[in-house]
């Protein structure tokens, strides 16, 4: 028997916890802690613990599949890649390269999103490229760029020993970071400091000696401006920091001026003292760090409410010294690295824009190929699938991505994968999405190649091939061979990740995002490396904006925040807000957490959770079911209480695809991010029989119920 171990990092959040995995004879037997693994420093939440799980599970796709008189049965790997390339190939013949569009993910490694950066621009000839980051760091990505001229976090989270003020904005730590977060927010209370949670819902991670700000769903850019104003009348602008470091603070005052505390009451419901407080503590001290999700983020008005999140932060200084730092919190394992190398609609690898000549010629000349071969930006995620709808683009490629559970309004999003002309999705298991494939072919798991990440910190980390994969080609084969097909093999003849990774470096050196001095080698012996990392001698950058910004003139910016009402909003026939989120046993559209045993008997289907005076109120008993509608549709869920959240606020795991059926497809226009946070619903009891609806068997007792009208 042959035994080895294997040094590797979990595949789901962005702690990227690291693990040991043993296998005998190629199998995997079983995980081991790493105690000293970089952040989570050992670790583990159920999810990890049982992570390996998902590698030689019986559900996993060992066979390529095509559909064939409306059915997908398997097929060998050459007639499904002929057929996946010969689709694209049709279809970009009788209308322009375009027609075809690739969708795909942030749990990919950094090489795989490089790969297919360049693969929808050499091979598929499309502008279309984009990824499910969109649904989560877009609003924070495009806010720190407006801000500071970089997309990452600016600050290691070790930096929390440090911090007097935490302050956290619609984080849901104890399920979604529930590894060394709910640690470092424990040790700032032991050292007497303060966590400050501004959140509709109180998660279990808040304690009765925080300061819990209930805000009313999408509200957080009046709560912020109105802290401004209140900390500018306190005295605590820290005016030497705003005067040399940044520019544009006048006008975001001005703009913060109208919410006094009052208003700030009236319109967000924040109790005047708790704002006064809140004022209090971040102003006065010089070591705060602000800790965002996607709460402030997944809203129409995102971006701008990330940036007036950073107005106080910047405000205060606190910025770039001990225990301080504005901090997004990325979700998925590469959700940092994902939104790095190219798969983003306007962006070329490293970082570097789509639209500046320079930017292009640069990769341009590293890829062998003239700057006007490389399309222009083109659409992102939703918009993408809105073009499917309307039959502008018929061929879609998604690979790591389930948007028939995931994207907003499922059931338009079900219509749009039927009217594509040609579907292929790349995926370890059969997806919601996959079912309207007309070609499937099995993906990797994380076990199953070899590659980096770079985690929420920005810190890069080498992820080791475990096992075989368990279909025989793994998904850089696939894309190798797509591209193959399509003509373009000499793009794609890199023999190795390793040589992906080499490429890499080459293309980002110099640039915005430099990892030209970061080597396998290094990752091996260190703790990772941080970017920008310019050499081989150089350290890597944990704090960044220490002496500058990364925009040219190296200041950051202020903007002037002009709040703005959901468009969704609440009124007389939709009077509760619907928000949405994590279960920590679930995984985002759970393809592949719904499958471990554990998991699910922990977190087996969608419910919703009321306050239980809002449940008496609505006359809701105990084993009732819930019957929520939207402006989008109707469903129906049994529920559970919790005590934690506002009287007007429902919340819903977002894990099954009952969620993002009542969920609208607008977008903030900064960022294209879809308003996840805030859907306006009514409820009413519901003891109706109705027809359960079949899905995987995850024993889910959910309906959806029928299609409102808009
Ligand atoms: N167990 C588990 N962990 C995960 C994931 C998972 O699927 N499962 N996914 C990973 C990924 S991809 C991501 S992006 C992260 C997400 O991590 P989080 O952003 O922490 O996760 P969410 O559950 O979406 O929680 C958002 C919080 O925002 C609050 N909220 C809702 N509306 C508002 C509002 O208007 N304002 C404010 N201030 N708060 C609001 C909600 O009550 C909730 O507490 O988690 C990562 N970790
Ligand atoms: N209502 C609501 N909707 C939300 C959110 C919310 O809070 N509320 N959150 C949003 C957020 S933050 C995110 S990040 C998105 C995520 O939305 P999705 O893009 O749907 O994310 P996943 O469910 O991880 O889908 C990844 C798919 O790829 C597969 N996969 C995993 N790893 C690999 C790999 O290495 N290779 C290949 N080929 N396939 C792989 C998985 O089996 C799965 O089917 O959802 C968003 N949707
Ligand atoms: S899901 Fe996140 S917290 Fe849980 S083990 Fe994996 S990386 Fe760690
Ligand atoms: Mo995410």
Not at 101 to 106: D, E, K, N, R, Y
Not at 418 to 446: C, I, K, N, Q, Y
Not at 452 to 471: K, M, S, Y
Request: hydrophobic letters at 40%; one cysteine or more.
């Amino acid at each position: 028997m042959t035994r080895s171990t294997t040094r590797t990092h979990c595949p789901y959040c962005s702690l990227n916890c690291g693990f040991d995995l043993r296998t005998e004879d190629g199998v995997i037997v079983d995980l081991d802690r790493w105690k000293q693994s970089p952040l989570t420093q050992g670790g583990l939440c159920v999810k990890g613990t049982t992570a390996h799980e998902q590698v030689d599970h019986e559900d996993r796709l060992r066979s390529p599949l095509v559909k064939r008189n409306g059915r997908l049965v398997e097929a060998t790997w050459d007639e499904a890649l002929d057929a996946a390339a010969a689709g694209f190939r049709t279809i970009a013949e009788a209308h322009g390269p375009d027609a075809n569009a690739l969708l795909s993910g942030g749990s990919l490694t950094n090489e795989k999103v490089y790969l297919l950066g360049k693969f929808a621009r050499l091979a598929m000839r499309t502008r279309h490229v984009d990824y499910n980051g969109r649904f989560c760091m877009a609003a924070a990505g495009k806010a720190n760029m407006m801000a500071f001229g970089a997309d990452r976090m600016m600050t290691p989270l070790d930096e929390l020993r440090n911090a007097e003020v935490v302050v956290v904005i619609g984080a849901h730590i104890s399920a979604a970071f529930p590894v060394a977060l709910p640690k470092y927010l424990n040790l700032v209370r032991r050292t007497g400091g303060t966590v400050i949670v501004v959140d509709p819902r109180a998660g279990r991670f808040v304690k009765p000696e925080d300061l819990h700000i209930a805000l009313e769903p999408g509200t957080d850019a009046i709560f912020f401006n109105g802290l401004l104003r209140e900390i500018a009348r306190r005295g605590y602008i820290d005016r030497n920091f705003v005067n040399t470091r940044t520019t544009g603070f006048e006008e975001a005052l001005a703009s913060a001026l109208p919410f006094d505390p009052e208003t700030v009451q009236r319109i967000a419901d924040v109790p005047i003292a708790a704002l006064e407080q809140a004022a209090e503590l971040i102003g006065g001290t010089t070591r705060c760090m602000f800790l965002h999700g996607r709460g402030p983020e997944q809203q129409l008005s995102g971006t701008s409410n990330v940036l007036s999140i950073i107005n106080v932060g910047l405000a205060c200084g606190h910025v770039g010294r001990p225990g301080a730092g504005v901090n997004m919190l990325t979700g998925q394992r590469n959700g940092q690295g994902g939104r790095e190398w190219g798969q983003r609609c306007d962006q070329l690898p490293a970082g570097r824009s789509i639209r500046d000549p320079k930017h292009r010629r640069t990769v341009a000349a590293r890829w062998g190929v003239e700057p006007h071969d490389i399309p222009d930006a083109g659409d992102s995620y939703v918009e993408i699938l809105d073009a499917a709808g309307r039959r502008e683009v018929r061929g879609l490629l998604s690979i790591c991505t389930n948007m028939a559970v995931s994207a907003p309004d499922v059931r338009r999003v079900d219509e749009q994968l039927a009217s594509l002309d040609h579907l292929v999705v790349v995926d370890p298991f059969l997806s919601e999405s996959a079912r309207h494939a007309d070609v499937v072919l099995p993906g990797s798991t994380f076990a199953e190649e070899a590659g980096t990440i770079t985690t929420l910190e920005g810190r890069v980390i080498r992820i080791d091939q475990v096992v075989a994969p368990v279909a025989g080609v793994d998904d850089m084969g696939i894309i190798r061979a797509l591209a193959a097909r399509l003509g373009a093999a000499d793009h794609f003849a890199h023999e190795s990740p390793a040589a992906v990774f080499d490429e890499m470096r080459a293309v980002s050196a110099g640039g915005p995002i430099d990892y030209s001095g970061i080597t396998l080698d290094r990752l091996r012996r260190d703790d990772g490396v941080f970017w920008p990392c310019p050499s081989l001698d150089h350290p890597g950058t944990p704090q960044l904006y220490r002496e500058r910004f990364a925009h040219a003139d190296g200041l950051a910016r202020f903007h002037p925040i002009v709040p703005t009402e959901p468009l969704d909003s609440v009124d007389d026939g939709y009077p509760i807000v619907l928000t949405t989120g994590r279960l920590l046993a679930q995984f985002l559209s759970a393809n592949q957490t719904g499958r471990i045993e554990r998991l699910q008997k922990v977190a087996p289907g969608p419910y919703v959770e009321l306050h239980p005076e809002t449940a008496r109120a609505y006359s809701i008993s105990k084993d009732d079911r819930v019957r929520i509608t939207s402006r989008q549709a109707t469903v129906d869920v049994p529920w559970r209480s919790n005590r934690g959240l506002r009287y007007d606020t429902l919340f819903m795991p977002y894990h099954w695809p009952e969620c993002n059926v009542l969920v609208s497809a607008d977008l903030d226009p900064l960022s294209k991010i879809p308003g996840f946070k805030y859907t306006a619903v009514r409820i009413e009891s519901s003891r109706a029989e109705i027809d359960l609806r079949e899905r995987r068997d995850t024993g889910s007792s959910a309906a959806i119920v029928s299609e409102s009208k808009k």
